[in-house]
């Protein structure tokens, strides 16, 4: 069964801090790792990665991902409380390329 | 350019009612698939539709109907509501077929079934 667990489940900090959220997974025939944020509603498109090493940047946040230990990191630099959601990972399901399996997700909190 | 538009925002039922949740978007996406989210759970597919008359079941599909006569249209069926159900509901939708392009969400359905 196709498994995607992140970490830490929540995590405090104040502004200015950098932080790294984890996002690991277990799919057969990887495709991609999608991350999105969440904030009070809709959940947001952040960042789309198919191949290892390459990172991806938008602005303070930034996204990597290793396919031979099958995990991504989320970067947040100098945090600010509208950073503050929660942040979501997820994979395209082996059952079918049009299930996408989400994590249970990181709740960051960015104290002022 | 609306996205995706869900409706209602919040609904009560009683538990044995039916309700219809409504999903539109306007960006002539041929991929929609319904969401809920509960605390802890993260995000679970319910239905999924890849373009008007082909819809497939998801995560999480016992209790729900779906069906897709139009490609703007989504609408997710409870035949007859449990307290389980109660949850937050999302629409989502995207371009083309498998995940090149990212999802869409609507704003979300806050059901609660009493």
């Known amino acids: 069964e196709d498994k995607v667990v992140q970490s830490p489940l929540s995590l405090v900090v104040h502004e200015g801090d950098t932080v790294t959220l984890n996002c690991s997974y277990e799919?057969?025939?990887?495709?991609?790792l999608l991350w999105y944020k969440q904030e009070k509603k809709a959940p947001t498109f952040l960042f789309m990665l198919?191949?290892?090493?390459i990172e991806k940047k938008s602005g303070r946040l930034s996204s990597i991902l290793d396919k031979k230990e099958l995990f991504s990191i989320l970067n947040i630099t100098a945090t600010q409380t509208g950073d503050s959601a929660i942040y979501l990972c997820?994979?395209?399901?082996?059952?079918?390329?049009?299930?996408?399996?989400f994590g249970k997700g990181t709740k960051l909190t960015v104290n002022p | 350019n609306a996205g995706v538009t869900q409706t209602p925002k919040f609904q009560v039922l009683k538990t044995g009612q039916s309700m219809t949740l409504q999903c539109a978007q306007d960006?002539?996406?041929?991929?929609m698939s319904w969401y809920r989210q509960d605390p802890g759970m993260g995000l679970r597919l319910i239905h999924y539709?890849?373009?008007?008359?082909i819809t497939d079941q998801g995560e999480v599909p016992n209790g729900y109907n779906v069906s897709r006569s139009t490609t703007e249209d989504f609408p997710l069926r409870l035949l007859s509501a449990a307290p389980s159900q109660t949850s937050v509901y999302f629409c989502?939708?995207?371009w083309g077929r498998g995940f090149n392009s990212p999802l869409h969400f609507g704003n979300g359905t806050r059901l609660t079934v009493t």
């Open positions: 989502a939708s995207r």
């Open positions: 799919v057969t025939n990887f495709r991609s």
């Open positions: 198919t191949s290892s090493g």
């Open positions: 997820a994979v395209p399901s082996q059952g079918g390329s049009e299930k996408l399996v």
């Open positions: 960006m002539n996406h041929e991929y």
């Open positions: 539709s890849v373009g008007a008359g």
